[in-house]
Structures are given as structure tokens and as C-alpha cells.
């Protein structure tokens, strides 16, 4: 297949996957929607199966709806060349850095090994960590040295560096995250350059929304220094670069650093009184902007990953408020969630 053969495909591919996203009044619907309607409506029969606990039903359903994003992720990567399947594929691997976390945190805290099973998602091959040779390891610097002979050597040679160095197991899961933004953002800054601005625009909005996050989490959450701050961020390729991280992360107070965001972050923020305001609010306008994409580019590849990122967080808000309806919360905590519900390898480490 030829190659513009190959992005006419995708591009078909993509807009006829478009039409599962959730509309904007199934959204609304979603957190009052019974266990039974959810069942019913999104084919998740399990959840009403009594037996099981409600922690085992819930992790059944997350699995089972990561198996759809992962089944999504394989067909669409299918018809790109070496190259853009590679940046999909990289993408994914949050997933694998979630298991890698997981076992991580086993070791570091000697947790019960069935626990830890249990917390693992099941993912392809093309993806997936090699969860039984780690789960050998005696201790959580070898578990990242039998890493760093494989696809994933650079997380864990730059983790391992860091575990070393400071002993703190937060050190270690951002070097994580840090080193996953940063292979991705190479990776689109290599990119064809049919594709690279629409790649470059897509990844920005995201790495702002990241970066902003983090840097009030650590600054005003966590009490980092600004050196220790900016040590742990990705610059953006689009808002949030790295002078300007510079800047920010020098500014003493919550409101100084939203007055000096750029345009249109500045005026997005302003006024926001709390990071969980300006979670919810730099995350509509990253959703949008990621819309934009999707609706718009002429790169199949940045289409399809759009359409990824946005099915990902479809998915995330459905399965926030299936746990919510397991364990019984009221409408009002539900809706709450959705609001919050982003999609990042960093709300692993920041929540």
C-alpha cells in the first residue's frame, strides 16, 4: 500500500471510530445513569454481578475498557509506517509505565504479590512489560536494571540514576513520567513534516496542561523549590517552553504565576482559585484543542492520535462513574469526578 493510500485509510479509519466518542449529552447523562443503564447502554455486564467485591468488579471493568482503547490503538496503528506506528505505540506505554509503577511500589513496600497481580493491566505485546521475570527481581534497583536491556532502557536507566541519587520514591516515579513526555516529544520533533505541526500542536496543548499542573502540584502542594520544580517539568513545544517554565517557576505565589501565563492561558485561568479549578478548566481547553485536531488535520497520524487521547478520556469518565456507582457515592460526589477526570501519566503520582 502506498503511503498516501495508507493515510487515506487511516483518515477513513478514523472518522468512522469518531462516532464512538461520547456526545456532549451522553456526558451529561452519564453520573445519573443506574449500574443498570451503564450495563446496558455500554455493554458492561459484569457490573451487575453481585459475587465478585465491588473493588473486583471495578478493576474488571477498568481492564476490560483499557482492552477496548488498547484494541483501538492496534487498528490504527496497522496501516502507518515504522515511524508513526512507533509514536501511537509510545504513547500507549503509559500503560506499561502504570504496571512499572505498580511493581515498583511492590517492591519498595514488600506488598503482597497477589495484590500487586491484581493491580497490573493485561496489555499487547507490542506494549508490555515483562511482568514475571520482574516480579523475580529482589529489589526495585534491579527490577530497573533488567530494564534497561530492553525497549523501555531509557525510563529506567534515567529512573535508576535518579532512585540512586536521592532514595525517595516520588524522585522515581517522575523521572518516569518525565522521561515518557520527553521520548514522545523527540519522537514528534522527528516526524515527517506533513505531519509535524499538527503533531507539534496536539502534544503542546497536552505538555501545557501537564507542565502547569505539575508545576503548581510541586510549588504550592508538595513545597519544592523552584530549581527542585523545574528539574522535574517537560517544556511544551507550543505555550509553556522552557524559558517561559523558567520564569514561572521562580514566582512565589498560586495567582503571580496564572497573571503571567500566556496568552490564552492568562485569560483561561484567570481568576481560578485552587489547581483543582484550573485542572478543570486547562482541561476543557485541552479537550477542545485536541478536537480541533481531530476535526481539522491534515495529518491522518495526528487524527488518530487525537481520536485516541479523546476516546482515552471517554473511557475514563465512564469508568469514574462506574467505581462511583459500585461504591455507592452520591450523584453530586460523581459529577465531581467527571470534572476532574483527565487523562496523564503524571495524576498517577499527583493525585
Not at 20 to 38: S, V
Not at 225 to 236: C, G, H, I, K, N
Request: glycine residues 4%.
Amino acid at each position: 500500500m502506498s503511503n498516501a493510500a495508507a493515510q487515506a485509510y487511516l483518515n477513513t479509519r478514523v472518522s468512522v471510530m469518531s462516532t464512538r466518542l461520547f456526545a456532549p449529552e451522553l456526558i451529561e447523562r452519564l453520573p445519573r445513569m443506574t449500574l443498570a443503564e451503564l450495563a446496558e447502554h455500554f455493554g458492561l455486564s459484569a457490573i451487575l454481578d453481585e459475587q465478585p467485591s465491588a473493588a473486583t468488579r471495578g478493576r474488571a471493568i477498568e481492564q476490560s475498557l483499557l482492552q477496548v482503547l488498547m484494541s483501538e490503538l492496534q487498528v490504527l496503528a496497522r496501516p502507518m509506517n515504522a515511524s508513526e506506528r512507533s509514536l501511537v505505540l509510545a504513547w500507549g506505554r503509559k500503560y506499561a509505565l502504570f504496571n512499572l509503577k505498580t511493581l515498583l511500589r511492590g517492591k519498595l513496600y514488600d506488598l503482597d504479590q497477589q495484590e500487586i497481580r491484581d493491580h497490573l493491566f493485561d496489555l499487547p505485546d507490542t506494549i508490555r512489560l515483562s511482568h514475571q521475570e520482574l516480579f523475580r527481581a529482589e529489589n526495585a534497583l534491579e527490577l530497573l536494571r533488567q530494564l534497561e536491556t530492553g525497549p523501555y532502557r531509557q525510563i529506567a536507566r534515567q529512573a535508576r540514576e535518579v532512585y540512586e541519587k536521592h532514595r525517595e520514591p516520588f524522585a522515581l516515579e517522575g523521572a518516569i513520567d518525565q522521561r515518557y513526555y520527553t521520548g514522545i516529544v523527540r519522537q514528534i520533533m522527528g516526524s515527517d513534516n506533513h505531519h509535524l505541526d499538527s503533531l507539534r500542536r496536539l502534544m503542546g496543548a497536552e505538555l501545557d496542561r501537564v507542565a502547569l499542573l505539575w508545576l503548581l502540584r510541586f510549588r504550592f502542594t508538595y513545597q519544592l523549590s523552584a530549581s527542585e520544580t523545574y528539574y522535574q517539568l517537560v517544556p511544551s513545544t507550543r505555550l509553556l517552553t522552557r524559558e517561559r517554565l523558567l520564569h514561572l517557576v521562580n514566582l512565589d505565589t498560586f495567582e503571580r504565576i496564572l497573571e503571567a501565563l500566556p496568552a490564552p492561558l492568562d485569560s483561561l485561568l484567570a481568576d481560578s482559585k485552587s489547581i483543582g479549578e484550573v485542572q478543570q478548566r486547562i482541561g476543557r481547553y485541552t479537550q477542545l484543542e485536541t478536537r480541533g485536531i481531530l476535526s481539522r488535520s491534515q495529518s491522518a497520524v495526528a487524527r488518530a492520535l487525537a481520536y485516541l487521547m479523546l476516546r482515552e478520556s471517554d473511557l475514563l469518565m465512564l469508568f469514574a462513574v462506574v467505581r462511583g456507582r459500585l461504591l455507592q457515592f452520591p450523584d453530586a460526589t460523581i459529577k465531581a469526578a467527571l470534572e476532574l477526570t483527565q487523562p496523564s501519566c503524571a495524576e498517577s503520582r499527583a493525585a
